[in-house]
């Protein structure tokens, strides 16, 4: 079969374009990793399998379609119902302050959009996330199951508790900020377990390592941050 010259020329096209997009990454794609080098890598996060998880999770895929644009900008969004995804950076302090493995097991409390328990899916085998507002919490679960990611537990309901039934956990993050340290979260944190969370009132917050050792329990102050905070079911605060 003769192929007229249109024809010809037509294919050369279709294969020059086909050639190359292959292996080509997507404009998310470029943002993110750039991301990752100037906002992240830079300001001294070195944990790899932290980096390599946020230069996986498509942080797009997490905000309201109107602030994509904005995805990849080393700020927070909101995220509805007066609340907010944080910032990357600090999203990428927080996992590495608990330097998660593959066998941690982990409980994230606020799970607002699910990019921070998407974060830490791609490290930990199971993710453990509970978030009080039920609107929130169902789109959550939906949103990281559509995108792959099946091995986060997402429950509604106040936070402050823990989760009693899957304790202890190895590593707990907590994304909304409470006045004190919650005491069934320290009972609930595992022998040479960490937790990272925010203490402090409306405007001023510290970010807390802490620590279980020996049964004893240590504090560490990180840096001062803001975080939306911690509420109860009347909508009270914590
Ligand atoms: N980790 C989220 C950011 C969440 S902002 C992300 O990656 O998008 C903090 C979240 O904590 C909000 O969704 C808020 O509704 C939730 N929250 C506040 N108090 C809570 C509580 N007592 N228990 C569980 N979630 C709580």
């Not at 080509?24 to 990793?33: G, H, L, S, V, W």
């Not at 609930?188 to 329990?217: C, F, H, T």
Request: with cysteine; glycine share 8%; aromatic share 6%.
């Amino acid at each position: 079969m003769m192929m007229s010259i249109k024809n010809i020329l037509i294919l050369i096209i279709v294969l020059s374009i086909a050639a190359t997009s292959y292996g080509q990454k997507t404009d998310y794609e470029i943002e993110r990793n750039t991301m990752v080098e100037n906002d992240i890598k830079a300001r001294g996060i070195k944990n790899e399998k932290v980096l390599e998880a946020m230069r996986s999770v498509p942080r797009h895929l997490f905000v309201p379609k109107r602030y994509r644009k904005l995805a990849y900008a080393d700020r927070p969004l909101p995220i509805g119902h007066s609340q907010t995804i944080s910032q990357p950076y600090i999203v990428a302090l927080m996992t590495a302050l608990v330097n998660p493995k593959e066998d941690t097991r982990v409980l994230e409390i606020g799970t607002g959009s699910g990019y921070q328990a998407a974060v830490l899916a791609e490290i930990c085998d199971t993710v453990y996330s509970i978030e009080i507002i039920p609107d929130l919490g169902k789109s959550a679960r939906k949103r990281l199951h559509s995108n792959g990611y099946d091995n986060v537990k997402v429950k509604i309901g106040d936070g402050y508790q823990g989760w009693p039934k899957y304790a202890p956990f190895d590593a707990i993050i907590v994304t909304a900020a409470p006045h004190n340290v919650p005491k069934p979260l320290k009972e609930q944190l595992a022998e040479g377990g960490r937790m990272i969370i925010p203490v402090g009132s409306d405007m001023n917050q510290e970010l807390y390592l802490i620590k279980k050792k020996d049964g004893e329990i240590t504090e560490q102050d990180v840096i001062p941050v803001r975080f939306v905070p911690m509420i109860n079911e009347e909508g009270g605060r914590h």
